[in-house]
């Protein structure tokens, strides 16, 4: 039960997690992706250590063998271009096949479920554990992780006692994935195509910004990152947290827990901050209604309860940070502009 609870409060992150992913509780969500700690789950969308992830570019070698950098700190050594790609976080798959490296990736986590020719892969790891044995008899001379406790510390180690490169990513902003995803240009040589794939995420992002912010005074947004009905625990994004970023993005003020680390806040707090909107991020193992939300004890008093502004949208895209990510600010946008006229997509 807490490996969903944690998968969903990712994506995040996570950021990440935007994610669908298997579910054995119906009132809590599952995860985002793509990478976290912490007791709940909320790390999935937890804030990276400063000094994790840099919004500037990653200096790129031009050749290989080459030596690269990864949200962790940790240099990573590449003495060939990799033919053999393990990705275990539905974010970094993503990424792959959109920069044209899915060709090389044999196989996958459990919640790798976009594009359909990822979703077909091989599994070599859940969220509490890793294949190693899976992942050494395939040959893999790259695997990608997640940080901050999304990809076991413990495989980690022993992957790349075993020789195998490792690349740990954790985006914790949307700089952080632009960054990411230059990254793992670099590291499979296709960073042409990743950098025009970064170019256009910014210049769909930039656009629906603007637009957001154009719209008016940013109403007071909630947004859902898990409830448990039983205990009737609220968790909403962490402060600084890519999720409570997105919702900024957006054109909303989001209401955050004010704490870079914890998740959990608590009903009289949220009640204070009055939100104006609720926005409730469903896929298909999580799908509260705003019937649901607003049949919840306490919860009348809140503006958007009274005025009926609860809206659902697609988890998934707005809090797994990858190349979907413009796609995702579109819809969190709309959720929160309704009836809002936004540029095209590119």
């Known amino acids: 039960m807490r490996s969903v609870q944690t998968r969903r409060l990712s994506a995040v992150l996570t950021a990440v997690l935007a994610l669908s992913f298997a579910a054995c509780n119906a009132t809590t969500s599952p995860s985002i992706p793509p990478d976290a700690t912490g007791s709940l789950a909320p790390p999935l969308i937890a804030t990276a250590p400063a000094s994790a992830v840099t919004s500037a570019a990653p200096t790129l070698p031009a050749t290989f063998p080459m030596t ?22 539905p974010a970094s798959t993503e990424a792959l096949f ?12 459990e919640t790798s479920d976009y594009p359909a020719d990822a979703a077909g892969l091989p599994h070599v790891a859940t969220f509490s554990s890793v294949d190693v044995e899976k992942i050494t008899a395939l040959g893999a001379d790259l695997v990608i992780a997640g940080g901050l406790g999304f990809s076991p510390a413990d495989a980690i180690s022993q992957l790349r006692s075993l020789k195998i490169p490792v690349l740990v990513l954790y985006a914790s902003s949307v700089d952080g ?14 960073s042409a ?5 970064t170019a256009a995420m910014r210049t769909d992002i930039d656009a629906v ?31 600084q947290s890519f999720v409570a970023e997105m919702v900024t993005l957006a ?3 989001a209401i955050t827990t004010s704490d870079p680390s914890t998740y959990e806040i608590p009903l009289e707090v949220l009640i204070e901050r009055d939100p104006q909107v609720i926005v409730l991020g469903v896929n ?29 949208v697609r988890d998934t895209e707005i809090t797994r940070p990858g190349p979907r990510l413009p796609t995702g600010l579109r819809n969190l946008t709309m959720a929160i502009w309704p009836g809002i006229s936004l540029p095209p997509a590119p």
């Open 98 to 109: 959109a920069i044209g490296a899915g060709k090389s990736v044999v196989a996958t986590d």
């Open 177 to 190: 994935v632009y960054h990411d995803v230059e990254l793992l240009g670099a590291a499979t040589g296709t």
């Open 284 to 312: 298909p193992f999580y799908a509260p209604t705003p019937a649901q939300v607003k049949a919840r004890a306490g919860w009348g008093v809140m503006t958007a309860v009274k005025d009926g502004q609860i809206r659902t």
């Open 68 to 89: 690269l950098t990864d949200d962790e700190g940790t240099a990573v050594a590449l003495g060939a271009l990799p033919k053999k790609i393990v990705s275990i976080t």
């Open 193 to 197: 195509k990743a950098a025009s794939v």
């Open 251 to 253: 054109g909303g003020d």
């Open 209 to 239: 910004h603007a637009a957001a912010a154009a719209a008016g005074t940013p109403p007071r947004v909630y947004y859902e990152v898990g409830y448990t009905e039983s205990t009737g625990q609220i968790f909403a994004p962490a402060a």
